[in-house]
C-alpha cells in the first residue's frame, strides 16, 4: 500500500521560511513524477511545483524564484523549501506522486500571517 505523508507545515510571518517535506513508503520513487500542490480556501488545488524521475523540475509562476523542490530517492522523499514566504501562500499542501497511479498525501497546512 503506497502512503505519502507530509510534515514541516506551520504558522509564519510574511517574509518567513518553511521546509516542507514528504515521504512515500510502499513503493520505489526512482520513476516517479513528485510534486506539490495546494489548495487555498475556497480554491481549487493547484500545482506548486513538480520534480521529475530525471530530478528535472517545473515550477508555476508563483514559486518561480522563491521555491525550490527537490528529491532523495533512497530515502523516498520530496521537499518544497519556501523562502520569502506571503500571506497568499496561506492554504493546504498536498504532496503528490505520479508513477503507475496518482497518489496524495493528507495535507499540511501552511499559514502566513501578514
Known amino acids: 500500500q503506497v502512503r505519502l505523508v507530509e510534515s514541516g507545515g506551520g504558522l509564519v510571518q510574511a517574509g518567513g521560511s518553511l521546509r516542507l517535506s514528504c515521504v512515500a513508503s510502499g513503493i520505489d520513487v526512482s520513476g516517479a513524477h513528485m510534486a506539490w500542490y495546494r489548495q487555498g480556501p475556497g480554491n481549487r488545488r493547484d500545482l506548486v511545483a513538480r520534480?521529475?524521475?530525471?530530478?528535472?523540475?517545473t515550477y508555476e509562476y508563483f514559486a518561480e524564484g522563491r521555491f525550490t523542490i527537490s528529491r532523495d530517492n533512497d530515502r523516498g522523499t520530496v521537499t518544497l523549501q519556501m523562502n520569502g514566504l506571503e500571506p497568499e501562500d496561506t492554504a493546504v499542501y498536498y504532496c503528490n506522486l505520479w508513477a503507475q497511479d496518482i497518489y496524495w498525501g493528507q495535507g499540511t497546512q501552511v499559514t502566513v500571517s501578514s
Open positions: 520534480v521529475h524521475p530525471d530530478n528535472s523540475t
